[in-house]
Every structure is written in C-alpha cells, then in structure tokens.
C-alpha cells in the first residue's frame, strides 16, 4: 500500500513538474519573437551606424577631484554638471525687433537625467541639447566625431533639409578670428594664425570649449538653420564637434546650448550666439523665463508665463553685474541663514544663475558653515548625520521619513543691493532632492555641493534652487527675477489659459504649437517620439502625442507605445519575430503534451503490471505460516493502522 502511495505521489510531483515546465518554455517561446525582433533591429541598427557613425555624445560631467557617491540605491546620483564658462571679450548689443513671444519645452530631472534639455531640428535633424545659461555657445556631436558617444543623433551636414543648406566658416575667412590659433588647435592658418579644426576639417574655422567642471570638447564652425519650435527657426553658427571628454554629457542629451551674454561665445573665435540670432531674426524683446521640475519644464522666449507662478506669488526682481558675462547678482550680509540663524561666512560676495548645474554650490567655507550648524543642532535627532560617515555630503542619498524631513532647517540667503533685498530660501524639501527608488524606501540626496571660488564666484544658484523658483533672465534691464513656482509648472498653453498683457512681469505667450510637451514636433518620427517619456506613438497613424492629454492611457499595446516599449524598427521584421516566437511555442507546448501523455500510460501500465504481482505475492504470504514475530509486528501494524 505504501509502494502504491509513493506511486501515486511520485506521478503527481511528475506531472506538477511537466506542467510548470511547460508554463515556463511557452513564457520563454513567447518572448521569443520580441527577442526576435529587437535582435534583427539591433543589427539593422548596427549596419545603419556603421554608415551613419555614431549619433550620441554624452555631456554629464562630474568634477574630476569632487566624485559624488550615493548610498542608496546602489547608484550614483550622477547629475552634477557645471556648465559655465568665461572670457574677456564683449560682444555689442542686438536691437530688438517687434515683441513676439514662443514657448519650448523643456524635458529631463533634476535626478532621473540630472540637468534639462530641449529638442531642436538642426537642418532637419532632432538634436537634444542642455539649456545652459552659465554659457553661450552651441556645440553638437558631428557625425564623424571621432570620441563622442556612440548614440542616434548626430549632426550631419550631408542630411541637411535647410533651404540654404549648411555652410563651414573658413579658417583663412574673415570671420575666423585671426591670432586666435594655440596648441587646443587642430591647426593654425599659416597667413592670420588663426585656429583651424583638425583631420578632413582643417580648411574650417575650430573652436574649443572647457567647462568649469573640467569637461569639454573641440570641432568646427558651422552654420545651419536652427529650429527651436514650430515658426521659431533661423541660421545660425554652432561647433561641430570632433572630439569630446567621455564626460561630456549624458546619455540621453546630444549637446548644448547656451544661453548666456555673447562675451562667452568666443572660443576662440567670437559668433554670434544662436539665442541672439533667433531673437534677432524674431524679434521678441530680450528676455526669457525657465520654470523646471522633477520631469521637464517649460521655457518662454520674450516673456515670463504668469502660470509659471505661484497663487499670490510676487515677482522679485535682482540686479545683475554689468561686468560679469555670467547671469551674476551680488549676496549680501556674506551670511547664510539657516534653521533661522545668521552664519556669517567670510567672502560670500556674488553668485551665477546657471541652469546648466544642477545641484546648489556653494564654498567651500560655506559648506561647512552648513554641516557644522547641523552637528550642533540636529545630531540627537539623525543619529546618522554625525560623525566620519555622515550623511550629509555632495549627492549623498538617504533614507528618510516625511516626519524626520519636517526636522531638518530651511536655508537661505539674501541677494540683491542694500535698497532691494531679496531672500532665496529652500525648505528641506527643496534641498534634500526627492529619489524614490522604490515603493517601500523614500530616498532623500542632498542637493549642495561645494567648490572654491572661481573668478569672483562663491555660489552657483543651479536647478536645485530653480525647482522651488521660477527665473526670469531680463536681459534688457539687466536683472534677474525669482518667483516661487506653480506646483508642475507645466500650464496649458490654450487660448484661455494664456495670460494678457504685456507688462514688465509678464508677456503675452505664442502657443508654438502641438501639445503643451511639443509632442506633435515630432509627428511621424517614431524615433523622436519615443525619445520623450511624455509622448506616445501610433505605429499605423504615425501619431505623436502627449500620453497625459490624449485617451492613449486606456488603450493597452499595438498600435500605441510609450517611451522604451516602442520599436521603432520596420513593422514587418517585428511581426516576422512574433510569428517565429508564437510557432516555437506551439511546438513546445504539443511537444510536452505529447510527452507527458506517454509518460502516465507508460507509468500506469508499470503500476498496473506491480499491483498484479503484489496482488500474487500476497496472497502466497498469506497462505503460509507466520512466525511469532510476524505476528508481533503484524498486529502491532494493525493497530497502528
């Protein structure tokens, strides 16, 4: 009875096992063709790089001598870059034209991408690029960069749309800066000296660019129409470029672009900046507003959006520096507050508006004014924040419960001159950046770092600061305006949501048209589409719009995608690796059938034939004597039973 028992169980665990065998060979078949199907693209892809080169230049940078660990989790919250730059050279001053107004998108985190970026069609081509106000040049991967990334979007001039077409600025022209030539140089021209690009570009004007956090890259002066949005296009001249530091960007942005005073647009050789040659070409007053948040933004050319403002909140305006190229403004009272107390920090004279860095720099000496005030205040409370392996360090992230966050101290500083005083403040949770890195831990970065000062610099007010304040950079008055943001700051741009008038504060804002996210910019384009975590694609339509204002999120796969569950390879090679994966399935499943079929008649038919000869066996047993140990254990057994 026990030997047919153990049969019978051991054909159930049998069968259990065959069943959950066949469960996972149908799972593994079924993937099969997706797999399929991202191989085939994946070579394709291949094959179409090989032609095309490359196509993505990271331009993240991390300060060679301050690396940024995180705790928790195990990654780095990689996001600080320090994108400004200088030089003695001034530009004169364009004239503004007739007052027009046009909003761009802005996409990235503070966290997930670590700075913020727009996309913009350069002769044709959908590039990304960092909006940097901390510089003043635009620079894009070439497509024969030698050191760039290796990505899709690239820069090639052969692809060119523009009606013009692309157009190299001479080395040995006028418009390349004679005695401009030093070893950073490809090479010089041998009759004005002036600095020439390297390899097949030699004949091109070169240009170099160096970044305060020790980033940078080198290439050749190009001119090409520039489309910011929809009816927002002109020419332009932006470096090419050759070669980069690996450390030039992220992954996930091309280039950039920036936004400064045209004194930083010479490197070597002075250009006209692309911002001045689009406002020059538009003719919206000289001015622009940014509002960031954890995902994207909005920026205004000619104007600052009311939306983008708080209820109740007051524009309040600083003075920058005349003879700073930066967006620089003066600090007052070399002071820091913080919890409600006066640090006085020695040399905290003057601070840059930059959104091209995105933590909050602050000194070196003000950096520990700060960790200092937290160890004599708040070490009973977070018992982790004291000590050699304190917490509170650049980018370092910790686990942290809304309660405990209340604890921490508000920090602020004043800004301005004596007549117009004006105080930046971040709440804790402005400064200890939000990183949910799952569904049960609430992570916490903080978001200062230090530096010495550089050039009379002591703070940079990065993207840490802009997420709690909206900026307006009012280049025509000379001043800087801060607004405590709307919460998303990412207002409709209908016609009635469009704010009237055009005062000092605010403008009247030109829908550029699309989505209030630009995804109708890239109709047709599955590529660019998908390259938003915004915009959904449709595969039969070619379709591209905002997943958040279009009925797209109640429809469940084909024909929509969303961001990385796109395929934007042929529709035929995917079917192909779909109907490939649901044959081998089909095949696998009959097979195991099959199989498992003729293993219980195969294992009923050797049950059946034992049960015959146990039934004969017992019965001999029984029929002879049994000894008094027999008997013993037999009705031992019995009762047992």
Known sequence: ????????????????????????????????????????????????????????????????????????????????????????????????????????????????????????????????????????????????????????????????????????????????????????????????????????MSSVCGFFLAYGDGSGCAGALVEDEIEWAPGMVARGTFGAMLSASSDFERSKVDGILGLAYPALACNPTCVTPVYDSLREKIGFPDKFSMCTTNSGGRMVLGAMDASMAADGAEMKYVPTLRESPFYAIKMLDESLYVGGDKVPVTGLKAAIVDSGTTLMILSRAAFNKVKTWLRENKCDTFPGLCGEDSWFKPGDCVDISSEELEQLPTIGLYVGDENNRVLLELKPEHWMLKYKASARNNYRCVGFHWMDSVGGIDVILGNTLQMRYAVL?????????????????????????????????????????????????????????????????????????????????????????????????????????????????????????????????????????????????????????????????????????
């Open 1 to 200: 009875q026990s030997r047919c028992m153990y049969s019978y169980s051991f054909n159930v665990e049998r069968g259990v096992f065959f069943v959950a065998l066949a469960l996972i060979v149908v799972q593994i078949s079924a993937s099969a063709g997706v797999v399929a199907g991202v191989a085939l693209k994946a070579s394709s892809a291949q094959a179409q790089h090989r032609q095309q080169g490359p196509a993505e230049i990271p331009m993240y940078a991390v300060p060679h001598d301050h690396k940024v660990p995180i705790r928790f989790p195990n990654q780095t919250l990689s996001s600080i870059s320090w994108r400004f730059v200088g030089t003695e050279r001034i530009r004169k001053p364009f004239v503004r034209a007739e007052p027009v107004t046009g909003t761009v998108p802005l996409y990235g985190g503070i966290t997930d991408v670590g700075e913020y970026y727009i996309q913009v069609k350069v002769g044709g081509q959908m590039v990304r690029v960092q909006i940097d106000t901390g510089s003043s040049s635009m620079a894009l991967p070439m497509i024969s960069c030698s050191s760039c990334r290796h990505g899709d979007k690239r820069y090639d001039p052969d692809k060119s749309t523009s009606e013009s077409g692309p157009r190299n600025i001479g080395c040995g022209s006028a418009e390349c800066d004679m005695g401009s030539c030093s070893t950073r140089c490809g090479s010089c021209d041998s009759n004005n000296q002036a600095c020439c690009a390297s390899g097949d």
């Open 473 to 641: 950079y009012d280049r025509e008055n000379w001043r800087v305006g801060f607004v405590e943001a709307a919460p998303m700051c990412k207002a409709s741009l209908e016609p009635n949501n469009i704010p009237e008038g055009s005062g000092e504060e605010t403008g009247d804002v030109v829908s550029t048209g699309g989505d209030t996210h630009g995804c109708e910019t890239h109709r047709s384009s599955c590529i660019d589409c998908s390259a938003v975590p915004d915009c959904a694609y449709n595969y039969l339509s070619k379709e591209c719009v905002n997943k958040h204002t279009h009925p797209v999120d109640s429809i469940l796969g084909y024909p929509w995608c969303v961001h990385k569950r796109c395929l934007c390879e042929d529709r035929k090679v995917l079917r192909a690796g779909v109907v490939i994966g649901a044959g081998v399935a089909a095949i696998a499943v009959v097979g195991l059938v099959v199989v498992s079929i003729v293993m219980v008649v195969r294992r009923r038919r050797a049950r059946s034939e034992w049960y015959t000869a146990a039934s004969g066996a017992s019965a001999l047993i029984s029929s002879s004597p049994r000894s008094a140990m027999d008997n013993y254990y037999a009705s031992s057994s019995e009762e047992s039973s």
